[in-house]
């Protein structure tokens, strides 16, 4: 009969070993949302920055007078990507937001010093 006391040993040590792991997962999970929480202006500041910049991609596509379409096909991109850059949803990778300064007829510089200053209205032409 000492298979009982060593099962019950087992037991209560298995029973242990799995409450420190939950107790240190809900430790992480907890750290992990107190430094979420944290960043929260860290997230509207480049929310705000994706929002101007799809603004900006927007009023210069309008400026040109170019449609969605237009612009996806002189870039080799779907529809759908030049919408999520102008809704903000997406930021274009580099290489197309220079090609898109040149669309535009824009220079790159020109462009993201609008976006970083915030403003609309152009500084200088490059």
Not at 63 to 89: H, Y
């Amino acid at each position: 009969m000492i298979f009982y006391p060593l099962a019950a040993v087992l037991y209560v040590g298995v029973y242990l070993a799995t409450t420190a792991v939950a107790i240190y997962l809900l430790v992480l999970v907890i750290k992990a949302l107190r430094k979420y929480i944290a960043s929260k202006e860290v997230r509207e500041e480049k929310r705000e920055i994706r929002k101007s910049l799809g603004e900006e991609l927007r009023e210069n596509r309008l400026r040109c007078k170019m449609t969605q379409e237009f612009v996806a096909d002189a870039l080799g991109v779907s529809r759908q990507a030049v919408s999520k850059w102008e809704n903000g949803t997406t930021d274009p990778s580099t290489s197309n937001l220079l090609t898109l300064a040149g669309l535009y007829d824009i220079s790159p510089e020109v462009l993201l010093r609008r976006v970083g200053s915030g403003k609309g209205e152009e500084t200088e032409e490059g």
